[in-house]
C-alpha cells in the first residue's frame, strides 16, 4: 500500500486527467425497498460533472413506496425506470437493465450512496486503456455517531482500502466495491454477465474478469458516501454473506485460478485462504483457552489475554490502521478524529469478524450450490410500508 503511495499519490494533488473523449457513462441504481434514502441518492447523482451521462433506476420488485419516488425524476426526463415486479436480486436486477442501457461504461451505485459531485471525472481516464475492464471507487462510512459505525469507518479506511492498494501494486484485486464500481459492458458481456446465484456478485465478477485477462483497478479519489449496518444483528447478517459468498467464489474459481497462465491471481488467492485460516485459528484457539482453564487445567502458551505476543500482533495492527488512516486523510480529513476507536479493533472486531467466518465459510466452500438467485437480504431504514395502486405507474412507465 506504501509503495502505491508513493507511486501514485505522494505530492500529486487531487486532481483528475483531461479526457481525449468522453464516453457514454450509464450511472445504474438497483434497488429494493429503498424508500428511505432513493431520492437523496438521486439528486446527488444529478450533481455529477460529466458531460455524458444517463441515469437509470432499475426495481426489484420493491413493496414500499420506491416507484412512486422515482417517477418525478423520470417525469422530468431526467431518470430512466425499470421496474421488476419480481423480487430476484442484485445481480438479475443489473443484468435484467444493461440490454436498454446506452453507456459504454456502466457504473453500478448502491441506491443508499451519495457519490461526490466529480466521482466519474477520476473514474473515467482509467477506461482510456482497452484493457481496464472495472475501476472501483472509495466508499466512505457516513455513519459515524455511533461505536459500530466507527468501526466500520475505521474497518473501510485502514483495511478495505490498504488492500486494495496492496492488491493494484501486486496486479490483481480480491474484490471490487459492490457501493461503486464502474464495468466496461462489453467487458460484463464478455463473462457472461453476473453471476445471480453467488451471494457476493462483485467478488465472482471481479474474478471473472481477471480469469479473462482483464485489468481492475482501484481509484481512492472517487469518493462515495456510504450507509452501513447500525446494528450487530445487521452487521452479522451482512458479513455472513460475505463470507458465505467468499467461499462460493473460492470453491468456484480455484481449480482455474491454480493454472499457470493466472499466476497473477495467486497472491489475492493466497492471501483469502490464509485469512480464513487465520480466523479458524483465533477462534479454535480462544475455544480451548477457555474449555481449559473451565475445567481447572490452565495452558500453556494458548491465551486470548494480551500478553507479549498479543501485544506485538496487537501493536501491528494499530500501525496498519495508522497507516491506512494517514493514507486516506486526503480524501476524508475527518479520519483522523476517530483512530482512538482503532484500539478496540483488534479487541472486537477481530474476534466477531473471525466467528462470522468460521460459521458461513463452510457453507460456501462445501455446501449445496444454490439452485436459484441470492435475493436481497439486508433491510436498511425503517419497515417499508405497503405500496399504493401500481395502474398509474404503469403509465408511465409505458411512455419512458
Request: glycine share 4%.
Given at each position: 500500500?506504501?509503495?502505491?503511495?508513493?507511486?501514485?499519490?505522494?505530492?500529486?494533488?487531487?486532481?483528475?486527467?483531461?479526457?481525449?473523449?468522453?464516453?457514454?457513462?450509464?450511472?445504474?441504481?438497483?434497488?429494493?425497498?429503498?424508500?428511505?434514502?432513493?431520492?437523496?441518492?438521486?439528486?446527488?447523482?444529478?450533481?455529477?460533472?460529466?458531460?455524458?451521462?444517463?441515469?437509470?433506476?432499475?426495481?426489484?420488485?420493491?413493496?414500499?413506496?420506491?416507484?412512486?419516488?422515482?417517477?418525478?425524476?423520470v417525469?422530468?426526463?431526467?431518470?430512466?425506470?425499470?421496474?421488476?415486479?419480481?423480487?430476484?436480486?442484485?445481480?438479475?436486477?443489473?443484468?435484467?437493465?444493461?440490454?436498454v442501457?446506452?453507456?459504454?461504461?456502466?457504473?453500478?451505485?448502491?441506491?443508499?450512496?451519495?457519490?461526490?459531485?466529480?466521482?466519474?471525472?477520476?473514474?473515467?481516464?482509467?477506461?482510456?486503456?482497452?484493457?481496464?475492464?472495472?475501476?472501483?471507487?472509495?466508499?466512505?462510512?457516513?455513519?459515524?455517531?455511533?461505536?459500530?459505525?466507527?468501526?466500520?469507518?475505521?474497518?473501510?479506511?485502514?483495511?478495505?482500502?490498504?488492500?486494495?492498494?496492496?492488491?493494484?501494486?501486486?496486479?490483481?484485486?480480491?474484490?471490487?466495491?459492490?457501493?461503486?464500481?464502474?464495468?466496461?459492458?462489453?467487458?460484463?458481456?464478455?463473462?457472461?454477465?453476473?453471476?445471480?446465484?453467488?451471494?457476493?456478485?462483485?467478488?465472482?465478477?471481479?474474478?471473472?474478469?481477471?480469469?479473462?485477462?482483464?485489468?481492475?483497478?482501484?481509484?481512492?479519489?472517487?469518493?462515495?458516501?456510504?450507509?452501513v449496518?447500525r446494528?450487530?444483528?445487521?452487521?452479522?447478517?451482512?458479513?455472513?454473506?460475505?463470507?458465505?459468498?467468499?467461499?462460493?467464489?473460492?470453491?468456484?474459481h480455484?481449480?482455474?485460478?491454480?493454472?499457470?497462465?493466472?499466476?497473477?491471481?495467486?497472491?489475492?488467492?493466497?492471501?483469502?485462504?490464509?485469512?480464513?485460516l487465520?480466523?479458524?485459528?483465533?477462534?479454535?484457539?480462544?475455544?480451548?483457552?477457555?474449555?481449559?482453564?473451565?475445567?481447572?487445567?490452565p495452558?500453556?502458551?494458548?491465551?486470548?489475554?494480551?500478553?507479549?505476543?498479543?501485544?506485538?500482533?496487537?501493536?501491528?495492527?494499530?500501525?496498519?490502521?495508522?497507516?491506512?488512516?494517514?493514507?486516506?486523510?486526503?480524501?476524508?480529513?475527518?479520519?483522523?478524529?476517530?483512530?482512538?476507536?482503532?484500539?478496540f479493533?483488534?479487541?472486537?472486531?477481530?474476534?466477531?469478524?473471525?466467528v462470522?467466518?468460521?460459521?458461513?465459510?463452510?457453507?460456501?466452500?462445501?455446501?449445496?450450490?444454490?439452485?436459484?438467485?441470492?435475493?436481497?437480504?439486508?433491510?436498511?431504514?425503517?419497515?417499508?410500508?405497503?405500496?399504493?395502486?401500481?395502474?398509474?405507474?404503469?403509465?408511465?412507465?409505458?411512455?419512458?
Amino acid at each position: 500500500a506504501l509503495t502505491y503511495y508513493f507511486r501514485r499519490e505522494y505530492r500529486k494533488p487531487v486532481t483528475y486527467q483531461p479526457m481525449r473523449r468522453y464516453p457514454r457513462v450509464t450511472l445504474l441504481l438497483p434497488c429494493h425497498d429503498e424508500e428511505v434514502h432513493i431520492v437523496e441518492t438521486l439528486d446527488s447523482c444529478l450533481l455529477q460533472d460529466y458531460p455524458n451521462l444517463e441515469i437509470v433506476v432499475v426495481d426489484d420488485g420493491s413493496t414500499d413506496t420506491t416507484i412512486d419516488r422515482v417517477m418525478p425524476f423520470v417525469r422530468s426526463g431526467a431518470v430512466r425506470l425499470v421496474a421488476k415486479e419480481v423480487n430476484e436480486g442484485k445481480a438479475m436486477a443489473i443484468n435484467d437493465a444493461l440490454p436498454v442501457i446506452s453507456g459504454e461504461v456502466v457504473l453500478i451505485l448502491d441506491a443508499d450512496a451519495r457519490p461526490a459531485p466529480d466521482m466519474l471525472r477520476y473514474v473515467m481516464p482509467h477506461f482510456e486503456y482497452p484493457r481496464v475492464a472495472a475501476v472501483t471507487g472509495n466508499p466512505r462510512v457516513v455513519d459515524r455517531s455511533e461505536f459500530l459505525g466507527k468501526l466500520q469507518m475505521l474497518e473501510f479506511t485502514s483495511i478495505v482500502s490498504v488492500l486494495r492498494r496492496a492488491q493494484r501494486i501486486w496486479g490483481r484485486m480480491l474484490t471490487v466495491s459492490g457501493v461503486v464500481t464502474a464495468f466496461r459492458t462489453s467487458a460484463l458481456v464478455d463473462v457472461g454477465l453476473f453471476s445471480p446465484d453467488m451471494a457476493t456478485e462483485d467478488i465472482d465478477m471481479t474474478w471473472k474478469l481477471q480469469k479473462r485477462f482483464y485489468d481492475v483497478r482501484y481509484e481512492p479519489a472517487a469518493v462515495v458516501d456510504m450507509r452501513v449496518p447500525r446494528t450487530l444483528r445487521y452487521l452479522w447478517r451482512q458479513r455472513r454473506r460475505w463470507a458465505l459468498g467468499l467461499g462460493q467464489v473460492l470453491r468456484r474459481h480455484t481449480r482455474d485460478i491454480l493454472s499457470w497462465k493466472r499466476r497473477r491471481m495467486w497472491p489475492v488467492l493466497f492471501e483469502a485462504s490464509l485469512s480464513i485460516l487465520w480466523a479458524y485459528t483465533l477462534v479454535v484457539l480462544t475455544a480451548f483457552w477457555v474449555v481449559s482453564y473451565s475445567t481447572g487445567h490452565p495452558p500453556v502458551g494458548a491465551s486470548p489475554i494480551p500478553n507479549w505476543w498479543g501485544m506485538l500482533i496487537a501493536t501491528l495492527s494499530l500501525l496498519q490502521l495508522g497507516t491506512g488512516v494517514l493514507l486516506d486523510h486526503r480524501y476524508d480529513k475527518e479520519v483522523v478524529r476517530f483512530f482512538p476507536v482503532a484500539v478496540f479493533y483488534p479487541l472486537v472486531y477481530w474476534m466477531l469478524m473471525s466467528v462470522i467466518t468460521v460459521v458461513s465459510t463452510p457453507r460456501g466452500l462445501f455446501g449445496t450450490a444454490p439452485r436459484g438467485p441470492t435475493l436481497w437480504k439486508v433491510p436498511r431504514g425503517p419497515v417499508p410500508a405497503e405500496r399504493p395502486s401500481a395502474a398509474p405507474v404503469v403509465t408511465e412507465l409505458s411512455k419512458v
